[in-house]
């Protein structure tokens, strides 16, 4: 059975789930006011992975991950470019969705954008306003009373008494307690705005997860994510609004990736490390990028470096290797029995369902590719059925579907490498050169190409070679 981390009971435990087989789950997905960075990359990484092993083992998940696109954010960065907030959160939507087919990643079944649901927003508001949990300022903004929910800072563990210590209210805002968050902005001047029975404004930014989420999952569903980040005060502040709402348990688990760091410090734009996806995407295939964040547990911390993510390409490298000198069973007319990975395949569902340990179950693929290249040629039907046993199980999270040779041959040329012809042309001169017994000409040529990355690998039937060397 399946078990995950709680952050809200800070355990482990079996995923129960309010219909059996099928899991509701929502994450919180992209402010649009810029492009996606490797923070989000690893949150997209981490949930594709989920959805991909839940459906993978049977269940049946409806995956909602929503679109910020108002916020203060994007009415800033608007203003600084002289833009409007549609035309800057539609810019960036659409490259954020670039990003996302790049990496390949599934698509999520519902993709709520906040600025479609202002209508339920509005709707969640009244009601808070009706149960007495929100409030409405002297400055027109509606404010979420925060001393009416018992169990505020249960998710973070922190406390309100300790929050409200040294805090303050900023002159200009009109809430009665410094923890009170707003639920919906008065407008101000050329802003967006929409009309609501407190007058033009627009949503704050935690109820906009709140209304979509349960519009689109109900009151209750099975599990929220999201980067750890958010924990506080988002998340806090979207179980108080929604359970004060609706009366009832919002999600019953909540489940939160870790912090990126770059070259050992938070990737921050203040500190000159902050990198955008496109950016890292231009250096490393995508499949590396994946491979990268999944070695690592998704609740600790990610520490990016080139050295880290050479040594990830590498890696990954090793394992299509396997697959391209493992015979096709299909082609060779092998059978492969059922059971023949029993052994492999428990091991790596064991580690997968404690709390998806992908470093674990990453490892037992390698122990795959190594009895694999092991059985080599003396055994090539063992040697196939742990080929499509590597092949299968990496599709579970998303690894080792795309063709070996490839996936080894592709990459450089566009950042200044030996195209695949120039590469083939210098193989044929080294192969003429052995068969005239030039080996000095011959050794010259590999030398050549070791010095551009590439690797070769000489067997009876020819000279194979590979990116990365």
Known sequence: ML??????????????????????????????????????????????????????????????RNITDIDDKIIKRAAEIGQTPAAIAERFAEAMAEDEAALGLIAPDVEPRATGHVGEIIAMIERLIERGAAYVGDNGDVYYDVSTFDRYGALSGRRPAELRSGARIAVNEAKDDPLDFVLWKAAKPEEPSWDSPWGLGRPGWHIECSAMSTHCLGNSFDIHGGGLDLQFPHHENEIAQSEAATGQRYAGLWMHNGFVTVDDEKMSKSLGNFLTLREVLKQYDAESVRYFVLSTHYRSPLAYNAQAMDSASAALARLYTTLRDAPDAADNGIEIDPQANAEFRSRFHEAMEDDLNTPAAIAVLFDMARQANRAGDEDRARQAALASGLRELGATIGLLQQDPEFYLQSGDAEQGGLAA?????????????????????????????????IALEDSPDGTKWRRGG
Do not use: K
């Open 3 to 64: 078990h995950l981390y709680n952050s809200l009971s800070r355990q482990r435990e079996a995923l129960h789930t309010l219909e059996p087989g099928q899991v509701r789950l929502y994450v919180c997905g992209i402010t649009v006011y810029d492009y996606c960075h490797l923070g989000h990359a690893r949150f997209l990484v981490v949930f594709d992975m989920f959805v991909r092993y839940l459906r993978a083992t049977g269940w049946q998940v409806r995956y909602v």
């Open 421 to 453: 012809e120039a590469i083939e042309t210098m193989i044929e001169q080294r192969r003429q050169a052995r068969a005239d017994r030039d080996f000095a000409t011959a050794d010259r040529i590999r030398d050549q190409l070791t010095e551009a990355g």
